[in-house]
């Protein structure tokens, strides 16, 4: 059996377990969640053998993508086609979303256990991760859109489960409604696409809109500012991006978004459906890293880049020969760059000053989120794709780790009530250090320190700006800083559960949590010290699949002077972040009440942070206000202007109606009823004939005879 | 000419008779001892399947045969029309166990198997005397089952009434057949065709109209049909429900090969005298049938009457020139038996529980027995001719073809128009039995439950009277390639 050919299947599983669960009773927990769990089990089969299928497709073909297309309707002359595609960056992707998804899934079955909506939270589950399949897999813009919709949707609908909290509800909306606006851009670029190429399919064996023909027909249309037409719908696209994945400006939903439950935030705000931004865009790089041919580009490279591989420039992998020639980057780039960087400092300092516990890992994600725009924005596609990959995993672990905590703490979230768990969530507490140091990049052993490497190498060699690079090793020692915050003050130090003052009684101590929920934690946090390994620079196997350039074992690579200088100039960054917040932190337990120890050092600082940048206060005073003033305006015109003309035109019907009214029921009515009386005592009369007496019935058929034979007669004379 | 021929064709009569035989001889031998209920179920068991052993004979026939000059004729379309005379029948049978029987449940079953075989000669052949002496066999058969609850005045006057209008119809009938024969010295319908040719001999109009009253009896067209709301409505119901199906369908058919063989009508000329002479039977039946039926309150009357409406529909039929609306009146003659035989069950179920047929019999059906007030909404509004039930195709389809039989006819066309306009009117008295079933509380005391078996029977018949309505082209394809394969 081809697993490419039956690609189709990995979104079914999910998508039909959705739909059964849906129909289920409430009390059905048990067949809900075995249907979710299944059906992502079924996936992640059909994922392993895609990706099994993709190795050798690798081997044989390097740089190929297959593709299978097929007419969706058709619209005069023209068939709308829908299509799916396999190539590594796919296979990955899909990988990672089943095997993580299916952890989680496992995962919730313990966190949810006490909720009465079981069987709904595992439906939305279930369509979420058929939607994010099918978005991984499809090879037409207008198909992916369907299911990044969807996607939304399923996200609105899972941050407002609990939609009986107003905060969980209001929250719902405001990631409904923030994304929706990068969504809008994004419509639009894929309307201009379609206008400027005629096709929406990505490959389409030379006729597709990621292939050189279209591009360069787009490279060749220039727009009004100045842009290509390539430049432009790259940005629109991007746009989408920045919504989706939590960029700033638009990044605000996202730490919100929190008030789902958490598995919720692990699987679609932390791992899977947030990087469906950071996918978009390595799905459209070769659009994106387009540069017209009259800048001195190696054009060949560029055409054969989009014509071949899917994902990136060979050059641009994070090996040590990226600045050898300085290559012209598309302004497309750039602006991915530089919002990357942006959101990932800024979110970053906002998370240090946050004091709930998933909050903080929000602010993280948009923050590593930056770092993969960065990443796929000066080292291509591999780059950001590795980041993703391994903060997948370890951001989900950390999530759940931080899921595990609030379910031992008895619904805590605020970190600086928590304190002294590593005694009481012994498992919990090493998984957690696990994915922290893994995200944090402590070097060597830990998947985060190889990814956020090779973004720091691809900034360090980026030829417009240096800038980059040294903002990225800004944020990661912020990351370092923060995350040792919320390890310090959560798992060490004195216990102050039940000292808050919302707390007037001192609760049960906490607890570790179920095996259901602790062992997806281990297999989560063995995938993120593992993982790494993948894509050293000693062996850089992940960016070699990717690029479908092969890669090979070279432990002297490791050695090279650069290398080498990168390694050590990040892991001393790192180490001056974790000892920074030991130092602030862990080294001796605050006690509740205490103002930060920030905010004694620099109170302007700390409560710009602590506010987030006063960016939703901005946002109220501007978007949301000036919306609410043009809704009143437009409620006086609806209310004076429309509706005198609506109440001018009723008047109008009403007389006519009356007008009517009088004709129907004296005109129509009365000679309809007229007529039916009459009918009604023809009847009568009709059956008075029918008298029982057989002597008239006798003597009727003699004049019906004589009558009748009388008319024949008269009619055959004429 | 070959005797096993002859023996082969008149099969499936053959074992109706014999079955009739049987029938008397089980009853007499075997049941005397049981229980009257249990001897009627045993005669109805013999009798169906003796009737489902005819219509297989029926349906082993092929290809045509056109024995002794047309005597005996046996072609698709007869066939057709047979397997539409024996399935009523079969459910005649049926309803039978339901119909207040008292005694002589084995005579009973043998009279009404007698019929069926009158009736199964009477549309196989093309010669006068064949089909006088088959029309009498089944019409006697007919009125001694009107009769038969002889513990019952009004059967009995019912069974009278019939006897003395049918004697007298039949004194018509032989009166024109005589008249025929002295004119066109033949008996045998198409040399009678030929010798008539376009004659407007005044003796030949009284013979056709004594001829058309004859048959204007069976078919209860106005002015033929006072018989039918007394018969209709005191005969026993499975008697009454088999003169509203079998009966009507073979009497119809051997009508249309009369006038459409015998008295000229091939020749397609419009103004036959006998055009106008259905023409008017039709219109008077149409209009009279649906303002009387208005103001019925016993169902029973008001099935009659509606029956008289319906003779008047499909006298259309028959008015189309040449043979253009035969398969459109065969096929609303096959609706118009299951339709009506499925609602004479309906009416049977209830005046077995409650004593009486009046509406407020059925109020409330549909609570203590959805299925039957379901099937009873079905033939209704079948009746009336409501898509997507059967009785909305056959109208459909026979007016249809007969506008298309005759363009610009504006004979045709205002007997059309007239009948659709009458149709709308008689939704009226249809809807009203239908209130009574569902919006009506029930009437008095809970009354007993229904029984389940008959239900079933029903619930057939109203499925079948749903698809046909909702895919027609089975049974049009039938109709259709079994005329043009006939010599009609």
Redesign the interface.
């Given at each position: 059996m081809n697993a490419f050919a039956i690609l189709w299947m990995v979104p079914l599983f999910p998508l039909l377990a959705a739909g059964v669960s849906a129909l289920l009773p409430r009390k059905a927990r048990k067949p809900a969640a075995g249907l979710a769990i299944g059906a992502m089990a079924c996936s992640l089969t059909l994922s392993l053998m895609a990706l099994a299928n993709a190795l050798n497709q690798a081997q044989s073909s390097p740089g190929t993508v297959q593709t299978w297309n097929f007419p969706w309707f058709q619209i005069g002359e023209t068939w709308v086609r829908l299509g799916w595609l396999l190539d590594p960056l796919t296979a990955l992707m899909l990988v990672m979303v089943c095997f993580v998804g299916l952890l989680i899934f496992i995962y919730s079955v313990g966190y949810m256990a006490h909720d009465s909506n079981f069987t709904r939270f595992f439906c939305f589950l279930s369509l979420f991760a058929a939607a994010m399949l099918g978005l991984l897999i499809s090879n037409s813009l207008l198909l992916l859109f369907i299911c990044w919709e969807l996607v939304g949707l399923t996200s609105y609908l899972l941050i407002g489960f609990w939609f009986h909290k107003p905060s969980a509800a209001a929250a719902a909306k405001k990631a409904f409604i923030t994304t929706r606006i990068g969504d809008m851009a994004f419509l639009l670029g894929i309307v201009w696409l379609y206008s400027a190429t005629g096709t929406l399919l990505f490959y389409d064996h030379g006729a597709g809109c990621l292939e050189a023909g279209a591009i360069g027909e787009l490279l060749r249309t220039v727009t009004h500012p100045g842009m290509t037409a390539a430049t432009a719908i790259s940005l629109l696209i991007f746009l989408g991006a920045v919504g989706k994945s939590g960029q700033f400006p638009l990044h605000t939903w996202l730490p919100d978004a929190m008030e789902g439950p958490t598995p919720v935030s692990a699987l679609i705000h932390a791992a899977t459906m947030v990087a469906a931004g950071v996918f978009l865009v390595a799905r459209v790089y070769p659009l994106m890293a387009a540069v017209p041919d009259s800048q001195a580009v190696p054009v060949q490279e560029v055409m054969h880049a989009s014509a071949t591989a899917p994902a990136g420039e060979a050059a641009h992998a994070p090996s040590h020969h990226a600045a050898a020639n300085a290559p012209v980057v598309s302004t497309a780039l750039k602006v991915v760059t530089w919002t990357g960087i942006l959101t990932a400092i800024m979110a970053a300092g906002i998370a240090i000053a946050q004091n709930d516990i998933k909050r903080i890992l929000a602010y993280s994600t948009v923050s590593q989120l930056g770092f993969m725009m960065m990443g796929i924005g000066t080292g291509g596609v591999a780059v950001g794709m590795f980041h993703l990959i391994t903060h997948a995993f370890f951001k989900a672990l950390l999530f759940m780790g931080a899921g595990s905590v609030i379910h031992g703490c008895h619904e805590e979230q605020d970190i600086r009530l928590m304190g002294g768990l590593r005694k009481f969530m012994p498992v919990t507490f090493l998984t957690y250090a696990i994915g922290m140091m893994a995200l944090s990049g402590v070097p060597l052993f830990f998947s985060g320190f190889w990814s956020k490497d090779a973004i720091l190498h691809a900034a360090h060699g980026w030829a417009p700006s240096t800038a980059p690079f040294y903002l990225g090793l800004l944020g990661a020692l912020l990351t370092a800083f923060y995350m040792t915050r919320q390890v310090c003050l959560v798992f060490f130090g004195a216990p102050r559960l039940g000292t808050g003052a919302q707390h007037g009684h001192t609760p049960e101590p906490p607890h570790e949590s179920p095996a259901v929920m602790v062992v997806p934690l281990m297999l989560l946090a063995a995938c993120a010290l593992l993982l790494g390994f993948l894509g050293t620079p000693a062996w850089p196997w992940f960016q070699g699949f990717i690029n479908g350039s092969g890669s090979h074992l070279d432990m002297g690579e490791l050695w090279a002077a650069e290398n080498l200088r990168m390694m050590g100039l990040s892991a001393l960054v790192v180490l001056l972040g974790v000892t920074l917040g030991w130092w602030y932190y862990g080294r001796t337990s605050p006690v509740v009440g205490e103002p930060d120890p920030l905010l004694r050092i620099s109170p302007d600082i700390y409560s710009l942070l602590e506010n987030k940048g006063y960016l939703d206060q901005v946002y109220e005073a501007t978007v949301v206000r000036g919306h609410a003033a043009w809704a009143a305006g437009c409620a006086w015109a609806d209310i004076w202007l429309w509706g005198s003309l609506v109440d001018a035109t009723r008047y109008a019907t009403l007389g006519l109606s009356w007008c009517n009214r009088l004709i129907d029921e004296f005109l129509v009515n009365g000679l309809f009823d007229r007529f039916s009386e009459g009918l009604r005592i023809c009847g009568g009369t009709t059956s008075r004939w029918q008298n029982g007496r057989i002597q008239f019935y006798l003597r009727f058929i003699g004049a019906g005879f004589v009558l009748l034979t009388l008319v024949l007669i008269w009619r055959s004379r004429e | 000419m070959n005797y096993l021929d002859f023996f082969a064709t008149l099969l499936p009569e053959t074992t109706l008779v014999l079955t009739a035989l049987a029938v008397l001889l089980v009853d007499a031998a075997g049941l005397r001892e049981l229980k009257t209920a249990h001897r009627i179920l045993g005669a109805s068991l013999v009798s169906l399947l003796g009737c489902a052993l005819s219509v297989a004979f029926v349906c082993m026939g092929h290809g045509s045969s056109y024995l002794l000059d047309g005597i005996l004729i046996n072609d698709p379309l007869t066939r057709l029309i047979k397997v539409a005379i024996l399935i009523p029948g079969m459910f005649t049978c049926l309803l039978t166990p339901g119909s207040r029987l008292r005694a002589h449940p084995g005579e009973y079953f043998c009279i009404l198997l007698l019929a069926m075989t009158g009736l199964l000669l009477l549309v196989s052949s093309e010669n006068l005397l064949v089909i006088f002496l088959s029309l009498e066999l089944a019409s006697m058969c007919l009125y001694i089952l009107a009769a038969f609850n002889t513990t019952d005045a009004r059967s009995i006057e019912a069974g009278?009434?019939y006897f003395?209008?049918g004697g007298?119809?039949a004194a018509?009938t032989l009166f024109g057949f005589s008249l025929i024969y002295g004119l066109t010295g033949s008996i045998d319908l198409r040399p009678i065709a030929g010798a008539l040719g376009q004659s407007?001999d005044?003796l030949l109009?009284?013979a056709?109209?004594?001829v058309?009253?004859g048959f204007g009896?069976k078919i209860a067209a106005v002015?033929?049909h006072?018989?039918a709301?007394?018969v209709y409505e005191a005969a026993p119901l499975s008697s009454a429900a088999f003169i509203a199906s079998g009966s009507k369908v073979a009497s119809f058919y051997v009508l249309a090969r009369v006038v459409i063989t015998g008295l000229g009508g091939t020749t397609g000329v419009p103004g036959s005298?006998w055009m106008?002479?259905l023409a008017?039977l039709a219109g008077s039946s149409m209009v009279?049938g649906n303002?009387?039926?208005?103001?019925?309150t016993s169902v029973r009357r008001l099935l009659a009457?509606s029956a008289v409406a319906n003779a008047g529909y499909m006298l259309i039929g028959v008015l189309a020139p040449g043979s253009g609306g035969l398969p459109a009146l065969a096929y609303y003659l096959i609706l118009y038996s299951i339709t009506a035989i499925g609602a004479f069950g309906v009416v049977a179920l209830v005046e077995a529980r409650a004593g009486h047929d009046r509406l407020d019999a059925f109020s409330g059906l549909c609570r203590n027995s959805p299925v039957t007030a379901f099937c009873l909404m079905v033939f209704l509004l079948s009746l009336a001719g409501i898509p997507p039930l059967g009785g909305f195709f056959a109208k459909f389809y026979l007016f249809a073809a007969a506008l298309r039989a005759s363009p610009g006819d504006p004979l045709i066309l205002s007997l059309v128009v007239l009948a659709i306009a009458s149709s709308a009117?008689s939704l009226y008295y249809y809807l009203r039995v239908l209130k009574e079933v569902y919006v009506r509380p029930v009437a008095g005391a809970e009354p007993a439950p229904i029984p389940d078996l008959p239900v079933i029977g029903l619930f057939i018949l109203a499925i079948a009277v749903i698809l046909l309505g909702s895919f027609p082209q089975w049974l049009v394809h039938a109709v259709e390639s079994a005329q043009a394969a006939s010599s009609f």
């Open positions: - | 009278l009434k003395l209008f007298i119809s018509f407007t005044p109009m009284v056709v109209v004594m058309i009253a009896f002015p033929f006072l018989w709301p007394d005298q106008t002479l008017i009279l303002l009387a039926a208005l103001t019925q009457f009117v």
